[in-house]
């Protein structure tokens, strides 16, 4: 498995970047629970190791063109053709059949608008062309064959469907087996959610993934359901998720995350009660399931947890760009 299940450390940079004056402000609250206005923004935060380029050409473009939304879409679009990526994109592992198919989602916070696509063949930019569900049709979700034919008429390219290299050697290792064990083992999945700031408090946010490794053909996780995968208010805050899609649907995760925070939680409290509702509603088998949210406020506080250790996610203010180890419900120790 690649690198990225190396449930990884804190980067050189990280560390350094842990020791700047007012730099982990996270703990700061009031009496209330409120959380104090002390985040920084911009901020874009991004789900594992991978969102460290996201988040770069994300920043990047938010220079350019002063739009949160764009950044989150153009960050997310590096993810989706990285060629070492196994769970994002058309490189990802494919279904049981064999076929990849990709779930997305996008939302804007200023409109309120959002557009998602699922169960989706051979498009490169699934996030593209949710924006485009967004923006060009009067819906918010299309799926599978509709979802294509949509691609088509707007002209987006079909890929041919070649399975990567890799994904195919660990496809033919699977079918060897054929064991479907429909659970996150902390070994199979990792999805992209990203969710940003700009410096007015305008919020945006993107979730893309290629799904469960080996997932039945038809299967759709939490990323393309707005609310579950992605959810974001401009008067509160944005909140995406990665993990095991069926325990993040049950609790509609995201949304709950950006509730939590509307109640007066911070990035971070919520994110704790949020993963704490989702182990309540899914404790069978919780201890092969990951899953985990990140969140960020219209202040620019960020926060993340996981079910379980491992979880890291991408955080990119004007300081830098770090990667921050995830707090878990579950220690190793
Ligand atoms: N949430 C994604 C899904 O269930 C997978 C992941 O995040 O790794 O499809």
């Not at 804190?10 to 007012?22: I, V, W």
């Amino acid at each position: 498995m690649t690198s990225r299940r190396n449930f990884l450390k804190k980067s050189g940079l990280f560390g350094s970047a842990l020791m700047m004056p007012g730099f982990n402000r996270l703990e700061q609250l009031t009496k209330t629970g409120k959380s104090a206005s002390n985040g920084r923004k911009p901020l874009i935060i991004s789900t594992w190791r991978h969102g460290l380029a996201a988040n770069e050409r994300a920043w990047e473009v938010l220079h350019q063109t002063g739009s949160i939304l764009d950044a989150v879409e153009e960050g997310v679009k590096i993810t989706e053709v990285d060629l070492d990526n196994r769970s994002v994109g058309l490189n990802g592992y494919p279904d049981r059949e064999g076929i990849v198919t990709l779930d997305a989602s996008i939302m804007d916070g200023k409109s309120g608008d959002c557009g998602s696509v699922c169960f989706l063949r051979q498009v490169k930019h699934p996030i593209t062309l949710a924006r485009m569900v967004m923006e060009e049709t009067p819906h918010v979700m299309l799926a599978g064959e509709g979802a294509r034919q949509f691609a088509m008429e707007m002209g987006v390219p079909l890929e041919e469907e070649i399975l990567h290299p890799d994904a195919e050697k660990e496809y033919l290792k699977w079918l060897e087996e054929r064991e479907y064990r429909p659970v996150i083992n902390i070994e199979n999945h990792d999805t992209i959610g990203m969710v940003g700031v700009d410096s007015e408090g305008n919020l945006a946010g993107t979730c893309t993934t290629s799904g469960l490794a080996f997932k039945m053909h038809g299967r759709v996780g939490d990323s393309p359901i707005i609310g579950a995968g992605l959810y974001v208010d401009n008067e509160v805050g944005a909140a995406t998720a990665t993990g095991l899609g069926e325990t993040i649907i049950k609790v509609c995760g995201s949304f709950l995350v950006v509730e939590l925070m509307r109640q007066g939680r911070s990035p971070q409290q919520a994110c704790e009660e949020a993963v704490n509702r989702l182990i309540e509603k899914n404790s069978e088998n919780i201890e092969d399931m990951q899953a985990g949210f990140i969140a960020v406020n219209k202040e620019g506080e960020y926060g993340g947890y996981a079910v379980h250790p491992g979880f890291d996610f991408a955080v990119h203010h004007q300081d830098g760009n770090i990667l921050e180890d995830s707090k878990s419900h579950f220690t190793n120790s």
